[in-house]
């Protein structure tokens, strides 16, 4: 088979995949995964904590869209929107676990209700809704998840030591769920974006320093005024994000990850490389911590 042609399971799909998407606020990467799904016939159930923005929106594309209010962080809400997708569209097809944001402050200096809050709404709310939708995934024997990490998960950003780590754990956990799922027809995708013209950096220009250790406020102006001065002026497209994981879907094999964005795929394969050539420099040390002989 060539390189873009359709695996065989979504060639032999009849009528449209239905999706449902978290973190639907306007302006970000779940509103551009909902009308890109809905550009290639697909439906949509788009979930967000305020629904009332979504309204005209779902309007105009009738029974093809259902928005729920959702807060991700609620077990019993997220229980209550997945039963809902899948009693009036027969199913979720297509998972995006899309929801997030990032506090920005130090390790050391962050208080740990911020810790906990990020990883609440990074780490254990995508845990909770893949649960949710797992089962009716399994039954069918067939779906994708779709868990957005970020560059951030691969290579650390100072300033967001809790995001990143919070990003690298759904590195982890993407990985481990991809092999525990794949004999039942589920296929999941890890989706690494850069800077993209998003919501998301609209709030740092009023967002105070929490800082309560001073000597990490050079460091944390410098975090805040680089993203207010990024807002809007993000390289990546996030239509033109979402409809590159669309394309990617449809490779045969699937990848297991998608970096999006130019300076985020440098980025991400200097990383690697650097990693790589560290552990290479002190491979005489790690077999050296074997038992000497035969195993």
């Not at 290639?40 to 159930?45: L, N, S």
């Not at 209010?69 to 809400?77: E, F, N, S, W």
């Not at 676990?97 to 740990?112: F, I, K, L, M, P």
């Not at 919501?199 to 001073?214: D, L």
């Amino acid at each position: 088979m060539t390189g873009d042609a359709v695996p065989a399971g979504d060639a032999e799909r009849s009528g449209p995949r239905t999706w449902f998407i978290t973190g639907g606020t306007p302006g970000g990467f779940g509103m551009a995964y909902a009308q890109a799904a809905l550009d290639t016939g697909d439906r949509v159930v788009l979930t967000a904590r305020r629904t009332q923005p979504l309204a005209e929106w779902a309007r105009r594309h009738g029974s093809r869209v259902r928005v729920l209010p959702l807060d991700v962080t609620d077990p019993q809400q997220v229980s209550t929107a997945v039963s809902t997708a899948e009693s009036e569209f027969g199913g979720i097809d297509v998972l995006v676990n899309n929801a997030g944001r990032g506090w920005y402050g130090s390790v050391e200096g962050t208080d740990d209700a911020t810790v906990r809050s990020t990883f609440e709404l990074n780490f254990f709310s995508v845990i909770t809704v893949t649960r949710a939708v797992l089962p009716g995934m399994r039954d069918r024997r067939g779906g994708w998840i779709i868990n957005m990490s970020s560059v951030a998960g691969i290579r650390g950003v100072p300033g967001f030591g809790y995001y990143s780590a919070a990003k690298h754990a759904i590195e982890g956990l993407t990985a481990v769920l991809r092999a525990e799922v794949a004999e039942f027809g589920i296929r999941v995708l890890a989706v690494e974006p850069g800077a993209f013209r998003t919501h998301a950096y609209a709030g740092f220009a009023t967002e105070p320093i929490r800082e309560t250790i001073t000597d990490y406020h050079p460091l944390l102006t410098a975090v805040r005024d680089g993203m207010t001065q990024q807002h809007g002026r993000q390289p990546g497209d996030p239509q033109r994000g979402a409809r590159a994981v669309i394309d990617a879907l449809r490779l045969d094999p699937p990848p297991q990850r998608l970096v999006l964005g130019s300076a985020a795929f440098d980025s991400v394969t200097e990383t690697l490389r650097d990693a790589l050539a560290d552990i290479h420099r002190t491979g005489s040390l790690a077999r050296g911590a074997d038992y000497p002989g035969p195993a």
